[in-house]
């Protein structure tokens, strides 16, 4: 029998290998057997914490199988509270069977009070269903939250879609006239994967702030449906007030200035926002318009991109897909029901709220009587009720003797560019003038249009100090030599 010593070895060794679903199986392995000695509960300890970043990364792979594995890893190895971070998001998984087995994992650890009441029952004690239990984690994954789903009657369709100008579509083969595309032709639209014939071409662009992103990129035929969808549906059903990302007449300046000068600013991100949207939910959000079930399906469809794993395996349901000209209105509609609940949250503790894609923001004229810290609860209660998990390291509490930034710009005053910002680009404007335009190309592809591009976002933000910048990088660049 080994010593601890020796097993704490061996899980050491083990937790520092590559990250990947064999690692954790031979891990879940060893915590299995419910006749395991003492000192493997030692060491159960000891490892949680070095298969933290193994977990979460296996948890937002593509392959369901990858997370499940990492499920079995949160309930045999992680302590409780840990355990029901990871648990709480996979309870409205996809995949059935990734979702039922995180079920499961909550009931045999005997999770409790971490999520708000469930409004689909009656509440009658505080350890009942309806109560402060694990319940409210599958808030919404229903058909709907007060009862079973009825099929809305074909006067009450019609009377949703006239109600926002929205075209009648009755069958597949109307939806392909409005698209302009024969209608055996939209199947090969919505091919899996990036193959040929398929509808996206996939790629990976650097973050601002260091790692990756995906995009998936509907390729012409595609592109060109997308935009119909946009323009005749999506673009003429209303947003909520709070929305400000990717709304025609709203910006980052009119998000942020609902929060100058405040006591407390609160800023949130939530995690991987438009894959969360799935093709069930997105196909929901048709029926409401008032589409039926097979308009609805087909809409979904061509708004949706399934991924094609090494494997083969066909990701399912298909997902918002980064790069697609529909995907931030229907994330933003999708948000419609989060956006009215946060925001009458904020309303009751005195706060305000807007939200830009991902980014949540809530400030407070005066210091909260609430703590924030159970502010904070509710607000993460209700974002995983609707289907969506903050990140916990973009969380960011601002008080007023700090810089206070939202959507990039400073509201401790007034809505205004960080004045760091403004030295950058004025030095960047004299060395221009002084040694010449293309002296200063370093880090810009097209720095002209970096130029043009930066003051026309400062008279955005500040009409006074951008024309100035606007006239002065006009300036420059009719003294820079034309190349050619």
């Not at 600013?265 to 939910?281: E, G, S």
């Not at 949540?360 to 995983?384: H, K, N, Y």
């Amino acid at each position: 029998m080994q010593t601890l010593v020796e097993l704490l070895l061996e899980l050491k060794t083990l937790a520092a290998e590559p990250d990947g679903p064999g690692k954790l199986e031979r891990i879940n392995a060893m915590f299995a057997n419910p006749r395991a000695p003492a000192e493997l509960q030692v060491g159960r300890h000891y490892v949680s914490r070095l298969l933290v970043p193994g977990v979460a990364a296996q948890l937002a792979s593509l392959d369901p199988a990858h997370r499940h594995i990492a499920i079995t890893t949160a309930r045999l190895v992680f302590p409780r509270a840990t355990a029901a971070r990871f648990l709480r998001r996979l309870v409205k998984d996809p995949d059935l069977t990734v979702r039922v087995a995180a079920r499961r994992a909550v009931s045999k650890l005997g999770l409790h009070d971490v999520a708000p009441p469930d409004v689909r029952y009656q509440i009658t004690s505080d350890s009942a269903i309806g109560g402060h239990n694990p319940t409210g984690w599958a808030f919404g994954i229903f058909p709907t939250d007060d009862g079973p789903r009825r099929k809305p009657k074909p006067a009450t369709r019609a009377t949703a879609l006239a109600q926002h100008g929205l075209p009648a579509l009755a069958t597949r083969a109307d939806v392909a006239a409005l698209v302009g595309v024969d209608p055996q032709g939209l199947a090969k639209l919505m091919r899996p994967g990036v193959g040929p014939g398929s509808g996206y071409v996939e790629f990976e662009i650097a973050k601002a702030k260091g790692g990756t992103r995906r995009i998936a990129a509907p390729r012409g035929p595609l592109r060109k449906v997308q935009r119909v969808l946009l323009d005749r549906i999506l673009a003429k059903v209303p947003l909520h007030d709070a929305c400000h990302g990717f709304v025609p007449g709203r910006s980052t300046v009119t998000n942020a200035g609902p929060h100058q000068r405040a006591a407390i600013v609160v800023k949130l991100d939530l995690k991987d926002f438009f894959p969360t949207l799935h093709y069930r939910r997105v196909k929901g959000l048709f029926q409401h318009l008032g589409y039926n079930d097979d308009v609805a399906g087909t809409l979904a469809g061509l708004t949706t991109y399934r991924p094609k794993l090494e494997s083969g395996l066909v990701v399912w349901p298909g997902m918002l897909p980064q790069g697609a000209p529909t995907s931030p209105a229907l994330a933003n509609l999708a948000c419609r029901r989060l956006d009215h609940r946060l925001e009458r949250l904020a309303a009751k503790y005195g706060a305000r709220y807007t939200r830009y894609a991902d980014d949540l923001t809530f400030s407070f004229a005066t210091m909260p009587e609430v703590r924030i810290g159970r502010f904070l609860w509710w607000v993460d209660g209700i974002c995983q009720q609707e289907g969506f998990t903050e990140r916990d390291d973009k969380r960011r509490i601002l008080r007023a003797k700090h810089q206070q930034r939202v959507t990039g710009l400073v509201v401790n005053e007034r809505v205004n560019i960080p004045r760091e910002d403004r030295r950058r680009f004025r030095a960047i404007l004299h060395n221009c003038a002084k040694h010449g335009v293309a002296s200063q190309t370093r880090e810009h592809e097209d720095f002209p249009a970096y130029l043009a591009g930066y003051a026309a976002y400062v008279h955005m933000v500040d009409p006074v100090l951008g024309r100035r910048y606007l006239d002065e990088v006009a300036r420059l660049l009719a003294q820079e030599p034309r190349r050619g």
